[in-house]
């Protein structure tokens, strides 16, 4: 499958984005997704991720209330709305997917696929 994030950019902080991240390939219904970010300077970590019938989520501490995850299967696209953004979300954000997974992971090296990522800067 072929992942492309799109919807990253420049915002204030207290501000809102929603990244999208489309999939090209089969059976997207059935794939784990996950959203990891990297600044720079750091590893790549965790920040959500959705089950394959969407009916379970995962967030890191970080952006639980702020952060929402969601999937929309006929459009093959998983979303992150991201709200009331702080300066220490700026990082690039990539989306990832899996189709062995059974359940959510926050373990980046289970995913097998992944998008080429999209820059967010917040700014103070």
């Known amino acids: 499958v072929q992942l492309q994030a799109c919807g990253g950019g420049l915002v204030q902080a207290g501000g809102s984005l929603r990244l999208s991240c489309a999939a090209c390939g089969r059976a997207f219904s059935r794939y784990v997704m996950g959203w990891f970010r990297q600044a720079p300077g750091r590893e790549r970590e965790f920040v959500a991720a959705i089950s394959w019938s969407g009916g379970s989520t995962d967030y890191a501490d970080s952006v639980k209330g702020r952060f929402t995850i969601s999937r929309d299967s006929a459009k093959n696209t998983v979303y992150l709305q991201m709200n009331s953004l702080k300066p220490e979300d700026t990082a690039v954000y990539y989306c990832?997917?899996?189709?062995?997974?059974?359940?959510?992971?926050?373990?980046?090296?289970?995913?097998?696929?992944w998008g080429q990522g999209t820059q967010v800067t917040v700014s103070s």
């Open positions: 990832a997917a899996d189709l062995q997974l059974a359940e959510t992971t926050r373990l980046s090296g289970l995913y097998g696929y």
